[in-house]
C-alpha cells in the first residue's frame, strides 16, 4: 500500500467539479480529507491522505494535474495532542523506535519526537486519537 499526503490547489473553474470522488471511482484510491478550504477568490486548496498501489497513485496524480489542479507533495511529521493523551502506555508497545516510551516511576509516556521514523503504527492503537499524522512542508509533485 502506497501512502502520500498531498496538498491540492483546484483553480476557481474546476472547485466544482468531482475530481475527487473520481480518485476512488477510476483509480480505486482511498482518500482521508484533513483540510479543505475555499478561499475568497474562489480558488480552493484541500489537504488530503491518498492510500492506494503506487501505479494508480501515479495515474491518478496525472488526472489530477490534466484537470488544472496543482498538487504538490507534503513531508509528514507525527504529533502528540497531549489534550487527549490520557498516558494509557497502548502506543509504547507498537512503538519501533522507542519514540514513545514509559518513563517510571510516574508512568508518564515521554514522546520524543527526534526517534519517530513517521511508521504510523501509534495511530490506530492510540484509542483517544491523540497521535496524528500532519504535513511539515510542500513542494511540487513530480
Ligand atoms: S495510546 Fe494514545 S492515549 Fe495512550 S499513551 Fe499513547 S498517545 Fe497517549
Ligand atoms: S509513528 Fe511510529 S515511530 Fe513514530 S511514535 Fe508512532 S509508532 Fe513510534
Do not use: W
Amino acid at each position: 500500500m502506497y501512502s502520500k499526503i498531498l496538498i491540492l490547489h483546484f483553480p476557481s473553474r474546476e472547485v466544482k467539479k468531482p475530481v475527487i470522488c473520481h480518485l476512488t471511482k477510476y483509480y480505486d484510491l482511498t482518500f482521508t480529507i484533513l483540510k479543505a478550504t475555499i478561499l475568497p477568490r474562489k480558488e480552493g486548496i484541500m489537504v488530503l491522505e491518498l492510500s492506494g498501489t503506487k501505479k494508480n497513485f501515479k495515474t491518478a496524480v496525472q488526472y489530477l494535474k490534466d484537470q488544472g489542479v496543482i498538487v504538490k507533495n507534503a513531508s509528514q511529521e507525527i504529533n502528540r495532542d497531549e489534550k487527549k493523551c490520557i498516558h494509557c502506555g497502548a502506543c509504547t508497545a507498537v512503538c519501533p523506535t522507542d519514540a514513545l516510551s514509559i518513563s517510571r516511576p510516574d508512568m508518564y509516556i515521554r514522546f520524543d519526537k527526534k526517534k519517530c521514523s513517521v511508521c504510523e503504527l501509534c495511530i490506530p492503537t492510540c484509542l483517544t486519537r491523540a497521535m496524528k499524522i500532519q504535513p511539515t512542508s510542500e513542494s511540487f509533485f513530480e
